[in-house]
């Protein structure tokens, strides 16, 4: 493990001798690994895409006004289909965008609302999974460092959240929180939309990560550069923080990645149970809307938010098992 | 043997002890009032009394004494009678909508919740341990690669549009199956045809995977190499000695999806009308039916607890190892 020496440190230690290249690190390695298979850079460049439209839908170029407008008639179908209802307002405009892939129920843009849905898809993902790992990897290492009645308590907690099925407390969570008012140091907090459904994403997948870390914890603590760090006089948060996690850090980051898929997929199940986003466009909303248009033959708003959620989720996967298997040294080989 | 039962159950107690309170804390404290949902907005504060009695929850939260009973004016019955306490000796107040007992209820449902999710489960297990075999035989070439390329496929697709794409497919365009219903005995199993083919589309993907990775693992010990030297065949090594050995896995896999066995998939038996847990759960969410999501939470934790406390006992009896460590 060599995270835990600067080079810097290992000029002085290593004197006259030069390194003649820099040390290779797990990360260095792990990037090159990524880089041998080119295909990681498809996958790459279509998430910087889904990054892209996610922000720019967060600039008035996809506002409200623009999602919310009504561009057409009802479902009126997918520009690319060619078929074009007579006599329609619409009838000249077939290569305005905003009819691309029709309309829905009230004659908004399929398009527009699949391209702000993909705001709301990552902006909840992305903190549920922040929160998560954030929750999982302290409570991994403190549990795995301090061992004892810290270990005890942390580990009960997590096995009392085990053995709830996952989906019941999730949504259990989901429905306490829903629109729900605060009081606390005085303030008001309301919990609407996004903030309610990170908050019961997030505070029940932790679990996972923070057994992991735990694990590996208790097997890091009793290695010689910890035994090190301590003899120099380093604090226990710098030896938690500055040593041991830097050490554990792909566990966090195959985490990270893997529960981004989860999250949009569990996004869909709420707006089912009519616990998701309100009042803006969510692929998992599109999906719910189209549950009975679906037999109406009216297929594209249905097709165009599976599309969007099977693309992110395709591609994150094969990247996380790509990242999986470039930083995790025990799976090399393996398969 | 006896002293590690005799652990293993008494670990179990402080997790029983864990869900009630998550469960509890999350419903009493976290919760919305259920009184002001049930009666709606612009109720007046003696009717909400009226309601709060009548759901158990004008009672003290925790414990009950003389002096609180007294000093609300209530029937004093013992140091228990309190929500807590309603919660831990299973004494739910009537489902808001059926006005029936929440067990009475569940009790219902169950047995129809298992009758689709078990057939599924078993057409599931035994694809998933084809396919993972499979894969395992021909690691690295083209079966392998197709499968576990096509599991992947089929888990990024969100389970919602599977169930909305096989119902309105092969149920309504094709008019293969009825597009939803349920009936009572063996005529259900008219209605039970397309849920069971399209909840195993959804789930096949995640356990190819596992399977397989689980059977590679075994594939490269040294009792498969020892029997290799010998002369064992490949065939024969592969399905009676690797399989054997990946059942072990594949037990433990199977009980962590038990409850849901029970639960159902939420969303399979909303969308198909099939009256079991599922649809409860979803229906009682939708009316914030609070006596059943609570008793079911708990319920189904509870039991799901039991279960793996049961499976890790039954592990020792099969394999001694597991004991030792």
């Known amino acids: 493990m060599s995270s835990a020496a600067t080079p810097a440190a290992v000029d002085t230690v290593m004197g006259a001798v030069a390194l003649s290249e820099r040390p290779r690190s797990l990360w260095r390695d792990a990037m090159a690994r990524l880089h041998t298979r080119k295909l990681n850079y498809v996958y790459a460049s279509v998430l910087a895409i889904y990054a892209l439209v996610a922000i720019i839908a967060f600039t008035p170029l996809l506002g409200k006004s623009v999602f919310d407008a009504q561009v057409g008639a009802q479902y009126a179908p997918p520009a690319f289909t060619g078929t074009v209802e007579q006599g329609t307002a619409n009838e000249h405009s077939t290569i305005r965008p905003s009819l691309w892939l029709g309309t829905d129920i009230a004659g908004r843009s399929v398009l527009y609302k699949l391209l702000y849905g993909t705001r709301v898809a990552l902006t909840v993902s992305l903190l549920a999974s922040i929160l998560s790992v954030v929750i999982g990897t302290v409570l991994g290492l403190l549990a795995g460092y301090y061992r004892g009645w810290v270990d005890a308590l942390i580990t009960w907690l997590y096995t009392t959240i085990n053995s709830i099925p996952w989906i019941l407390l999730m949504v259990a969570l989901a429905y306490a929180l829903k629109d729900r008012e605060f009081k606390m140091f005085g303030q008001e907090f309301k919990l609407v939309g996004i903030p309610s459904i990170v908050m019961a994403l997030g505070l029940t997948s932790w679990v996972g990560l923070c057994r992991l870390m735990r694990g590996e914890v208790l097997k890091h603590r009793e290695r010689d550069y910890v035994a090190a760090a301590k003899a120099v006089g380093a604090g226990t948060s710098r030896i938690i923080f500055r040593h041991i996690l830097p050490n554990t850090f792909h566990l966090v980051i195959i985490d990270f990645t893997l529960g981004i898929v989860s999250f949009v997929q569990a996004e869909v199940i709420l707006s089912f149970l009519g616990l998701g986003v309100k009042d803006q466009p969510s692929w998992g909303v599109m999906i719910d809307d189209a549950k009975l248009e679906l037999m109406r033959n009216v297929w594209w708003q249905f097709a165009g938010a599976t599309a969007a959620i099977f693309g992110l989720s395709i591609c994150l996967n094969f990247l996380g098992d790509a990242l999986r298997d470039a930083l995790d040294p025990r799976l090399r080989g393996v398969d | ?325």
């Open chain 2, 1 to 325: 043997m006896l002293a590690y039962v005799i652990r293993r159950i008494l670990m179990t107690v402080p997790i029983v002890l864990g869900i009630l309170l998550i469960t509890f804390v999350l419903f009493s404290y976290v919760a919305p009032d259920p009184a002001f949902t049930v009666a709606g907005r612009g109720k007046k504060p003696a009717q909400l009394r009226a309601i709060r009695k009548e759901m158990g929850l004008d009672k003290p939260v925790w414990l009950d004494s003389r002096a609180k009973a007294e000093q609300d004016g209530r029937e004093y019955k013992g140091h228990f009678n309190s929500q807590f306490f309603d919660v831990v000796l299973w004494r739910f107040p009537e489902s808001i909508k059926y006005h029936q007992p929440v067990g009475e209820l569940i009790a219902r449902k169950a047995p129809v919740s298992l009758a689709v999710q078990l057939p599924i489960f078993l057409i599931e297990l035994g694809l998933q341990l084809i396919l993972a075999l499979i894969c395992a035989f021909n690691r690295g070439r083209w079966p392998d690669l197709v499968v576990t390329f096509g599991a992947v496929l089929g888990m990024c697709v969100p389970y919602l549009s599977i169930i909305i794409l096989g119902q309105s497919v092969l149920g309504f365009g094709a008019g293969i199956f009825p597009v939803a219903g349920w009936d009572t005995g063996l005529k259900s199993v008219h209605f039970m045809a397309l849920p069971i083919l399209v909840g195993v589309a959804a789930g096949l993907g995640g356990g190819v995977r596992f399977y397989r990775t689980v059977m590679l693992d075994e594939v490269y010990t040294d009792y498969v190499r020892t029997a290799r030297a010998k002369g064992v065949s490949r065939n024969n090594m592969m399905l009676t000695h690797v399989l054997r050995n990946v059942f072990i896995p594949v037990v433990t896999q199977t009980v962590t999806v038990l409850p849901y066995l029970l639960l159902g998939s939420l969303l399979l038996e909303r969308m198909f009308q099939i009256p079991g847990l599922g649809g409860l759960m979803v229906e009682a969410l939708f009316n914030n039916d609070r006596p059943i999501l609570l008793a079911m939470t708990y319920g189904i934790s509870i039991a799901y607890c039991v279960m793996l406390m049961l499976t890790d006992i039954a592990y020792t009896l099969v394999d001694p190892r597991v004991r030792l460590s």
